[in-house]
C-alpha cells in the first residue's frame, strides 16, 4: 500500500496533528523530536479518515462566489441581506431589516470588500460569543474554564480547541444557518471534555446536541462563501 504523501511543519508541540487543507493536501504538524517513522505510523493510521474526508470534500459544492455591488444580496446566519451602497463620507455599517447600508467615498468591490468583512466580523464576535456563553453552563457545571474566543479565516475547518485556552471558530460560520453555529460550537465544547473523536466524544455531542449529525451533514453540503476581491 502507497505511503501517504503530507508536508510536516515541526514545532514545540506535543502531539502529533493531521490536517486535510481545502486544496486535499495533507499537512502533519509534529513535536521537534517525533521520528519520522512515529510520523508515518501516524499518518497511516488514519488513512480511513483521510480518505473518508477527501471523499466528502469531493462532493462538496463549489464555492460560491457574490457581487459586491449595490442590490447584491449576502448572508448573515442563513438569511439574505442586500447591500445598499452609496458614496460619501464614510459610517459605520447599519443594517436595517433586510438592508445592510454602507456609507463610503470609493464604492470599488475592494473598499466594500473590505468594509463587509469588518462589518462581518462584528456580528460574528456577538453571535459567536453568545452562543458559547448559551453552551457553556453545562461544561462549567463539570470543572471546565469557559474558552477565549479567537475569529479566523480557516481554508480546511470549520473550528478547533487550543490547549491554551482559545476557541477558534472559522468567520465563514457567520455567514450560514444558526444551526451549524450551534453544531459548531457544541462540537468544539465537547472537546473539553474529549479531545479526540471517540466514543465517548460522540456519547457527549449526543448527549448535548441529539441531532449533530444532520447539522453536520447539513454543513457538509454548503457550498463556502467568497468574492473576487476577498480581503484575505
Known sequence: ?????Y??????RRSLELRVLAD?????????RASERDIRA???SRRG???RTLARMAERPAPLVLALEQGARHPLLGQPI????RPGPRRAPELRQDQLHIQIPDAAPARVATVLDSWYREQARTHFNAEIDRQFPFFADRGHARPLLRIKRMKSRWGSLSSRGYI????????LPR???EYVVAHELCHLEHMDHGPGFHRLMDQRLPDWRARKALLNRLPLITHADDPS
Do not use: K, Y
Open 1 to 5: 500500500m502507497a505511503d501517504l504523501p
Open 7 to 12: 508536508t510536516l511543519i515541526r514545532s514545540r
Open 24 to 32: 486535499q493536501r495533507l499537512e502533519v504538524r509534529a513535536p521537534e
Open 42 to 44: 501516524f499518518v497511516e
Open 49 to 51: 479518515w483521510i480518505e
Open 82 to 85: 442586500q447591500l445598499a451602497i
Open 168 to 175: 477558534n471558530l472559522n468567520l465563514a460560520l457567520i455567514q
Open 179 to 181: 444551526s451549524c453555529l
